[in-house]
Each structure stands twice: as C-alpha cells, then as structure tokens.
C-alpha cells in the first residue's frame, strides 16, 4: 500500500472544483513517483446524498491501474471514499466505498478484555488508522496499546505490585513481573519495535509497523494460552494415591 501525502496545491484543488479540464497529481510519500488522475465524475455523496463532483484528498492506495482515494463533498464537506478500477481512464468510473465499515473493529477474547477493555479500545483505534494508511500515527497508538496491555497484564497477575508496576519503565515490566518465559519474550521485542515507532531514530530498520502489529497479536494469544492452561491446571489437581 502507497502512502500519500494531503495535497495542498489550491490551484489544482480549484481546477477540480472548477473545471475539471486538468488532471491532478499527487506524489508518493518516500518515492520519486507521481500518479495522474483524469478528473473525478459527480459522486452521490454518502451522507447528504447530494450527486456532485468530489474534492480529492489522498490517494492512499493503487494497486496496477485501480486507485482508492478519500474526498470532500462540496455540498457538506464529508469525506468520502472512492474507488475505480482504472484511474488512468478520462472516463474511470469511480463508485462510492464505505470504507469504515471495510474493517470492523476486533472482537477480543474474553481474557484480554477482563485483563484491559481500555487496551481493546485504543487497539481498535490504532488499527483503524493503520488501516487508513496512517503510518506515522498508527505506530505510536500501537506503542501506547502495548504498554497498557503489558502493564494491565502485570497488574493482572501481581496486584499487589500496582502501584510499582504503573510507575516502572515498560520494558523492565515485561522482563521482570510476567511470569511465563514466551510471553516475556515476546512482549519484549514487541516493546523494541513500538519504541522504534515513537523515537526520533529507528533501531530495528528491516521491521515496520505490520511487524508490530502481529507481535501485539501474538502477544494476546500467548497470554490467552498461558491463562486457559493455568486455569485447565487449577481446574484438574493432582489426585491423591488411595
């Protein structure tokens, strides 16, 4: 997926608006690459219903000649989101995609929403903007779901510990008062990448948000695993010999 940046050319927002006679184009974040966009026909907005020419926003994904794009309604300024399987054609049929329900927010197990419900909340957040293409902010909405898991978590098993552990640096909370070794393991290099997410200068280069992303879920399933299987243990104690 392309990353775009807004556009903030007003004389070509103004043709768009306008005249509709030129096309638009928009640069790729991090590439020397532009793409042309042929203008945008009338668009019955998704929320005022009104059919008018759109405004074009982002461009935030393009896969071969299809394109998804974000835009305003001229009429009431809602943004809307479109697609067209060819955006190289003058005559690209473009439709109207309710892209905010393309993704449903997560259903979490039971065991991580009695360990943190405000960890589900800002993970669900965090995940609808990394699927926007928000990448500079997703990363750090993902550090800061991470760090209230692991610290519910430790909380969650040494309560005792709380006001110790709220306190206590993130990566020292994941070393040092969670008790299986896979799910330490795991948490920590979960910490290293959402670190590298909020720092000036990235340590682990070759990995990216996607990364951080699946060791946050491979975190849950530790820890949902260590639960079940410490709870089955409880369940079934040792018989005494007759």
Known sequence: ????????????????????????????????????????????????????????????????????????????????????????????KWKNIEREKDKEPFVFNRIIVQISERFCSVFNEAFRTHYLGLYNICGPSYRKALEILIKDYCIFLHPERKETIVKKELYLCAKEDIDSQTVRDIAARAVWLGNDETHYEKRWTSKNVDDLFKLIEFLQDAIIQDEEKKKLIFEMPEQKKK
């Open 1 to 92: 997926m392309f990353k775009r940046k807004k556009l903030m050319h007003d004389s070509t927002l103004k043709l768009i608006q306008e005249a509709h006679k030129k096309p638009m184009e928009d640069n790729i974040l991090n590439k020397n690459q532009t793409i042309t966009i042929p203008f945008l026909p009338k668009i019955k907005c998704h929320y005022c219903r009104r059919k008018t020419v759109q405004e074009l926003y982002y461009v935030f994904d393009v896969d071969g000649n299809a394109c998804s794009a974000s835009s305003h309604c001229l009429e009431c300024r809602k943004t809307n989101y479109l697609h067209t399987d060819n955006y190289l054609s003058p005559k690209a």
